[in-house]
């Protein structure tokens, strides 16, 4: 059975920074791609990044270069830096790994929540 796990949520500030990381119990991680999706309250669920498992990176739209994404292969882990918070980044993130499948329908996380205080 496969286990996704994000951390690191929290609450912070408007303008500052959290790092959230995602572990995946899978064997072959190196070979999954891997995302963030985010869902605030009363909103519909919108995809956030995504690394691929060569390395491409992808964005939403609304990022605007404020986070990155990276992955630690050798500790089945990815990471979502986050800088310059506003409070409309508050969500619950979901972390999901996916191979030879769309990234929506792969192994879902059960998330954690950031909270951005104005």
């Known amino acids: 059975q496969v286990h996704v796990a994000e951390s690191g949520g929290g609450l912070v500030q408007a303008g500052g920074s959290l790092r959230l990381s995602c572990a995946a119990s899978?064997?072959?991680?190196?070979?999954?791609?891997m995302g963030w999706f985010r869902q605030a309250f009363g909103k519909e669920r919108e995809f956030v990044a995504r690394?691929?498992?060569?390395?491409?990176?992808y964005f939403g739209d609304f990022v605007k270069g404020r986070f990155t994404i990276s992955r630690e292969n050798a500790k089945n882990t990815v990471y979502l830096q986050m800088n310059s918070l506003n409070p409309e980044d508050t969500a619950v993130y979901y972390c999901v790994a996916a191979r030879g499948t769309p990234l929506a329908n792969g192994y879902w996380g059960q998330g954690t929540q950031v909270t951005v205080s104005s």
């Open positions: 690394i691929n498992w060569n390395g491409d990176t």
């Open positions: 899978l064997r072959t991680f190196a070979g999954y791609d």
